[in-house]
């Protein structure tokens, strides 16, 4: 059995693993920084001076390295977390291990403080001695770190107290942090005041990625921070990319939220959440949930081979750029491809939109999804019946179905669909002798649908802000063919109807 590597303390932060950090307001005064560093090596060097935590560490790093040396065993992703203990189990190391747990990951621990708290407060906190954790905690640490998760306050707090209080104010300030050395900015916007969503700003140095949940009404919110983090730090171990990662774990702890609304652990203001919530439900409707989250349908690009070899494009790169301009999901619509062919474009497609964590739907073919392994399908009124494709394609992909009256909006949710797209709603020459459904039919399916609906049909720049305007809840986005790839630049013209969508969301919150 080969011996694990444990090297010096100056060593602890000179490898290129990847480093979460989370800063963590542990009083109004006091700023703790709490960091998860990322391998899926088994040689992790750990430099903080526990003895005790050395040996334990030491110990998983045997188990690990003897399973990583036999091809046969499973190799398990592994981070480590660095982080106060929070008896209340809420939050802190308690909170990374079972956010781990939660997403198939292994974590070591090392605790840095010991919190006396429940769901009332904090009655107390003892430091762990500063000689048994990292000295390069602070100004050596931030440049390191793969990304960094601050919320509004912390972000202030880092930042010489600015205001924050509109999502611009957040991208300057991630772009402030951004300068101070880490590769990634995550700026939590939670406590925005006057957002219905929870939005967080994700800068790399390059992008500004705005990512928008739903806000859940909870007061079993504590934790959600660490959480946040230790699933991100989760995902890059499983190796993917920062971008998806974050798109995961916003969706992870979303999930987590929404499902333990109701559980009372605790008679304090402020409850934790249950991370496992995975391996407690089995029902359809849950697998479903975390598998689809509704926001996606935002900005839908529908692919259109005909229009994208006009313009002298492969679809690989169509959906590249449509992905790069900020389309939340893709439709592969490929009416005269080759099956073979088609499969071969679903393939790299797939890769992607993996890559990014944008889900990649399939048109009509349940084959082509199910040999590719797509995300999902899109089925009309004529295709194969949802009710069929659900039983081909199982519990956890997403079915998108085609309606144009309440009546077909009603069976979509009985036969199990995921989501409407309604339309056409203008005149397109994408889709022939395909009617029209106008705003107000529009309108008609979204409040009788117990689904989330997309618009679809003669929707562009021009007028995607109207559809965004017919202001019914349900209705989530807009999906368009000809807007995004009948154009010479399929980049330009999303980041355009992005922008338009974004602006027609603030101002229905408003
Ligand atoms: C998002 C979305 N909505 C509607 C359609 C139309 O599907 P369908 O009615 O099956 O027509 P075809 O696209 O197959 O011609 C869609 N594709 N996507
Ligand atoms: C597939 C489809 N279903 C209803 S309208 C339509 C075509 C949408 O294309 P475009 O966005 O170019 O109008
Ligand atoms: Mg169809």
Known sequence: MASPT???????????????LTPTLASAKE???KYSRVSNSPSISLGARSSIQ??????????GTSA???DSKMKIPHVLTVAGSDSGAGAGIQADLKACAARGVYCSTVITAVTAQNTVGVQGVSNVPEDFVAEQLREELLPMAGIITPNLKETSAL??????ETVDDMRSAARLLHNMGPKNVLVKGGDLPDSSDAVDILFDGDNFYELRSPRIKSRNTHGTGCSLASCIAAELAKGYSMLSAVKVAKRYVETALDYSKDIVIGGGPQGPFDHLLRLKSNSRDFQRLQAFNPNDLFLYAVT???MNKRWGRSITDAVKAAIEGGATIVQLREKDAETRDFLESARACLKICQSHGVPLLINDRIDVALACNADGVHVGQSDMPVRVARTLLGPEKIIGVSCKTPEQAHQAWVDGADYIGCGGVFPTNTKENNTTVGLDGLKTVCMASKLPVVAIGGIGISNARDVMEIGVPN????????ALFDRQCVLTETRKLHTILSEANVSILH
């Open 68 to 70: 990583l040396n036999d």
């Open 6 to 20: 444990i090297l010096p303390p100056s060593s602890l932060f000179a490898n290129k693993n990847c480093l979460i």
């Open 159 to 164: 930042l010489d107290g600015i205001k924050l």
């Open 475 to 482: 209705l989530k986005g807009v999906a368009v063919v000809s």
């Open 304 to 306: 259109d081979s005909g």
């Open 31 to 33: 700023f703790t920084i």
């Open 54 to 63: 050395l040996q334990t560490f030491a110990a998983m790093q045997e188990k």
